[in-house]
């Protein structure tokens, strides 16, 4: 049994809806009633059956919908997808992993078949059925990465590694909280990362370098990052921030539940093989106030959590304009009972 | 000064050994390099070049400098005019080259990033601030380049945004960037304020 691809939009109109059987793989990120910075970074192992984690690359029913917007994007702003020249190799790098968990996850929806350095790629979902020579661009319509990750949820990161830094020196971002690979190409772990209020102070980014440059092949990792965003849009980038910034002022009472979107990523964290580069694919799950109410745990430790998130956290994230209302909706589902501890819906 | 990390850290000039000396400044960056001659060896102008943008500072500056007698002296009426001078200079540059930048970051940065694009170790490059905190900045919309931004916020010369200047700022672009300041409500036109002087 395949995966039945939603028909939908994350924009102008936003038909985007999550199946019942999505909600309830839904990341939710808060273990507890409370959310602070912390590295919590753990390994990215195959996790249950029916969970984002079942396989290591993740593919739902937004899949086929999600590779039309990033389409969209592309075709108006380019620069969303930029490899600095030493970074070839690291694409074939993602381009094999990617190609390799696809098949392996989804058997029925993606097909590689390897004949020495002759790959053949099928991608049901998307109508593509290429054959291509490993290593050599002129046999891509596209260089590696841009290909793949053409045909891959998510936003990617490519880090080259050296001088005991990691450097952004590619990447596939068009599906962003509001940060610009544009601008932040070329920067090391710690530039890129300056804007984060708190989290220096507290040596979070020190301590998370420290674990990323150990990562081996073979063992990636993992750790969730939370934000929101009014109406499913999945650009939520700077570049169109003047388009998209006004509806955070549309949020009212009456349409919390359709119109605000708690967005998760799910950062994974890859050795790659020949390159020795990091890729760090982002991948974005989003859901509305209406689905998240539907499990009662997930209700109330949000309620809690957005009511006690710390201000500069709250004005960082861009939450502050419909904060208030969204709290206050929220605490109709809020009971005052114990949550139990844990990620699970129940 | 509160600053991020993506920032640069400007340090103070001083005299390296090496076989040729490249200085570049604009305005007030002057007075670093003539700090700096008089900490120099007697020989150092011999082999030294001195890349000039009086910019604000206007006729202040060229005598001081000329009597060092650097064996070359240019005088350029802003960067863009001199990058490719830099950049000849640059390509035909030999071991043991060390590059002295000095002045506003916008001078330091452009120059910089020609420097790195000609493969030149940045260990081998110092700079100063001296002068003006005006800033280079790229709005993120339309992506143009805005330079001698004194106010916060500022207006794109390219698109007209009103723009939050950033401190995050990008070596490759050697700019701050730019975002729409008004984007939620583009009825609240906040007051520009003078700041980057």
């Known amino acids: 049994m395949g995966i039945n691809f939603r028909k939908e939009t994350f924009r102008d109109d936003f038909t985007f809806r999550n199946s019942p059987e999505n909600i309830r793989r839904f990341p939710f990120p808060y273990h507890e009633d409370a959310y602070m910075y912390s590295v919590n970074i753990e390994p990215h192992v195959p996790g249950p059956k029916n969970s984002v984690f079942e396989h290591l690359i993740d593919v739902d029913e937004h899949y086929v919908s999600e590779m039309q917007d990033r389409a969209m994007v592309l075709a108006e702003d380019p620069l969303r997808c930029q490899s600095l020249p030493h970074m070839t190799l690291a694409g074939w790098d993602l381009l094999e992993l990617l190609m390799t968990e696809m098949a392996k996850g989804y058997p029925e929806h993606f097909t590689l078949t390897r004949d020495g350095d002759r790959w053949r790629w099928i991608n049901r979902p998307l109508g593509i059925d290429d054959t291509f020579t490993f290593g050599d661009v002129s046999t891509l319509p596209y260089g590696p990465m841009e290909y793949i990750t053409r045909q891959s949820q998510g936003d990617f990161a490519i880090l080259d590694q050296r001088d005991g830094n990691l450097w952004m020196d590619a990447g596939m971002v068009t599906t962003q909280a509001d940060w610009s690979l544009d601008f932040d190409i070329g920067m090391n772990f710690f530039e890129w990362h300056a804007p984060v209020p708190l989290a220096h102070e507290m040596g979070v980014f020190t301590r998370a370098l420290k674990f990323l440059t150990n990562i081996q092949q073979g063992q990636p990792a993992r750790r969730l990052n939370w934000t929101m965003t009014i109406n499913p849009r999945l650009d939520t980038s700077p570049e169109n921030f003047h388009k998209w910034g006004s509806d955070r002022l549309t949020v009212t009472p009456e349409n919390v539940g359709q119109k605000v979107h708690l967005r998760v990523e799910l950062q994974t964290f890859f050795r790659l093989p020949r390159s020795n580069a990091l890729v760090f694919p982002i991948r974005c799950y989003l859901l509305k106030m209406d689905e998240l109410v539907t499990v009662p745990k997930w209700a109330r430790r949000f309620h809690r959590v957005l009511r006690d998130l710390p201000v500069e956290l709250a004005e960082y994230k861009g939450l502050t304009r419909y904060r208030q209302t969204t709290v206050e909706w929220l605490s109709k589902y809020d009971d005052g009972a114990p949550t139990s501890p844990g990620f699970s819906p129940e | ?197």
């Open chain 2, 1 to 197: 000064m509160k600053t991020i990390l993506s920032r640069p850290v400007y340090g103070t000039l001083s005299p390296q050994a090496g076989k040729s000396h490249l200085l570049i400044a604009d305005a007030e960056g002057a007075s670093a390099i003539l700090d700096l001659a008089k900490k120099a060896p007697e020989d150092f102008f011999a082999n030294a070049h001195i890349m000039f943008i009086p910019g604000r500072t206007g006729d202040s500056f060229q005598n001081a400098l000329k009597a060092l007698k650097p064996a070359q002296y240019y005088e350029g009426p802003s960067v863009a005019a001199a990058l490719p001078r830099l950049t000849w200079v640059l390509a035909n540059a030999h071991m043991g080259l060390r590059m002295y930048l000095a002045g506003t970051e916008g001078l330091i940065g452009q120059m910089m990033q020609a420097a790195l694009e000609a493969g030149i170790d940045p260990a081998s490059i110092q700079t100063e601030h001296r002068g003006s905190w005006a800033r280079r900045m790229q709005c993120v919309h339309c992506k143009g380049i805005t330079e001698n931004v004194t106010t916060q916020p500022a207006t794109c010369s390219h698109c007209g945004l009103l723009l939050l200047v950033r401190d995050h700022y990008s070596k490759r672009h050697a700019a701050f960037q730019g975002v729409c300041i008004n984007a939620e409500d583009p009825t609240e036109i906040p007051q520009k304020e003078e700041i980057f002087r």
